[in-house]
């Protein structure tokens, strides 16, 4: 098993500029989970699907930042326009729900707003 | 919603020691609560997980205890070894909308010292 795939794996982009972050979740699984890593916040949960729907997206932290999950093999979120303050490591994360919680994290993506 | 405190946050001890990081919880209707392992630059990994049903587990040198009355739980580790040194985060949740939301207590920095 290839585990949660995430990319690009190092984003760094300039301030209003438009970004991308990617992930591939178990295959099999059928919850998907973005979160947000800083030092000063911690882990944060900032959106959840739940057989590709947004179950709770209450953690997102304006308008600027949105997610998808067009199939059980890939979502995305994006954020635009980016702001330094966005600087974190991104985690996606997948379980598959109707048997435990377990969820198995990806490599992360660390974004870098310049 | 849930809310997870996690103490300490930093936890130095000497090789061969046990190290105890301790978790409370708000939601009495959580049943689930993993722990994660996340070293410098890389994903947090699941280590070890209860339900509340159990009391306790074991798994070689680490152990988890649940006092569901108090509402807290906790990571025992013995005989540390250098390798254990990693920040490590609880989690609470349980089974609602089809899915398990965890919500992460800050995390627990634990240097063994050799």
């Known amino acids: 098993d290839a585990g949660v795939i995430q990319s690009p794996r190092h984003e760094v982009t300039e301030m209003g500029q438009e970004v991308t972050l990617r992930c591939k979740p178990i295959?099999?699984?059928?919850?998907l989970f973005w979160y947000r890593q800083t030092m000063m916040r911690g882990l944060e949960l900032l959106i959840y699907?739940?057989?590709?729907?947004?179950?709770?997206d209450s953690g997102m932290p304006e308008d600027r930042f949105s997610a998808k999950m067009p199939n059980a093999s890939f979502s995305t979120l994006k954020i635009q326009p980016s702001e330094p303050r966005d600087s974190a490591v991104y985690f996606c994360?997948?379980?598959?729900?109707?048997?435990?919680?377990?969820?198995?994290f990806g490599p992360g993506t660390r974004l870098t707003v310049l | 919603g849930e809310n997870v405190e996690q103490h300490p946050s930093t936890l130095s001890v000497q090789e061969g020691d046990s190290a105890v990081i301790k978790c409370t919880y708000s939601?009495?209707?959580?049943?689930?609560f993993p722990w994660y392992k996340q070293e410098l630059g890389k994903r947090p990994q699941l280590i070890i997980d209860?339900?509340?049903?159990?009391g306790e587990k074991k798994d070689q040198r680490i152990a988890v205890t649940l006092n569901k009355t108090a509402k807290h739980f906790s990571l025992h580790i013995t005989e540390t070894q250098p390798e254990d040194s990693a920040v490590y985060f609880c989690?609470?949740?349980?089974?609602?909308?089809?899915?398990?939301?965890?919500?992460f207590g800050k995390g627990t920095k634990l240097s063994v010292i050799p």
């Open positions: 994360a997948s379980s598959f729900s109707t048997v435990s919680g377990t969820q198995y």
């Open positions: 295959s099999g699984h059928n919850s």
């Open positions: 699907f739940n057989n590709n729907v947004p179950i709770d």
């Open positions: 939601d009495s209707a959580s049943n689930y």
């Open positions: 209860i339900r509340s049903n159990v």
């Open positions: 989690a609470g949740s349980y089974s609602g909308a089809g899915s398990y939301q965890l919500t």
